[in-house]
């Protein structure tokens, strides 16, 4: 048995949420505090049999993998115009701890 | 030294936190996310010696088993009469992970 | 790779957040919930390499350290007069686990 620790971005918590949900994982969200360094992050816990874990890392992976997007960006310029041009951010990504489980009960 | 990490039914979310702090453990109780999927539940940290994980377990197992209630439940039938009749719920309920504690300081 | 769960009163939380971010840790806050027993802690986890595990603990114990402090208590006496005297109150301290970690992934 082992637990599978993941501190997801929140643009993918939703879709890591169903699609481990969809595939029969158990999975508990811990809420994270507000504070700006750790803002925009859900901690995911979910146990699992060992030889499932790739199977849990894919998922994750899968539907949250840190990936850049181009969003437009706006300079104002001398004269009073502007123009907008696109910039590329990273958004997404997770990091993943794996456990190794003593014990487990269900009770 | 081990880390009893259990994700409790908010229904037994309060007995087994009076149960676990009344013999003496040091509880700590991490908020879960408002996601439907896993609204209702509480995580407890509980951190103990390797002896005394079975009186950890035994604690949370006996304030928190899953069990089946009867409750009320309502029909409506054809003549605008109702019937009330009693159906099988399942109520609360625990998963516990005990991990292996590499290292345990208090300052 | 290792994964430092240390259990922070909030009174040295902050400092505690800013000396690790300020060394290079990745650090993720959860939310306790408001039980009166739990009150006042903020849980942190930092997965680190195994030979930055005593700074991490090091920090950690710099910036919680349980300690005694002098406040002023009020005492009211017999013909309405009162006497403010100081008395040694317990602040702050942590609690700190560290787990093997299985299997570590950035993605
Ligand atoms: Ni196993
Ligand atoms: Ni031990
Ligand atoms: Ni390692």
């Known amino acids: 048995m082992k637990l599978v620790l ?3 971005s929140n643009d993918d918590s ?3 949420s169903a699609a481990l949900t969809k595939e029969g994982f158990a999975v508990t969200k811990l ?3 507000g504070g700006f360094l750790m803002a925009g992050n859900t901690t995911f816990i979910v ?3 060992d030889d499932k874990v790739d199977q849990v890392i894919s998922i994750i992976s899968k539907q949250s993998s840190r990936r850049t997007q181009l969003v437009p960006s706006a300079t104002t310029m001398d ?3 502007y123009s907008s041009f696109p910039v590329e951010v ?3 990504g997770s990091t993943i701890f794996v456990l190794n489980v003593d014990r487990f009960e269900k009770v």
Do not use: Q, R
């Open 14 to 16: 939703g879709m890591v």
């Open 31 to 33: 809420a994270t505090t």
């Open 90 to 92: 990273t958004v997404g």
């Open 79 to 81: 004269v009073g115009m």
């Open 6 to 8: 993941a501190i997801v």
């Open 47 to 49: 146990g699992t049999e």
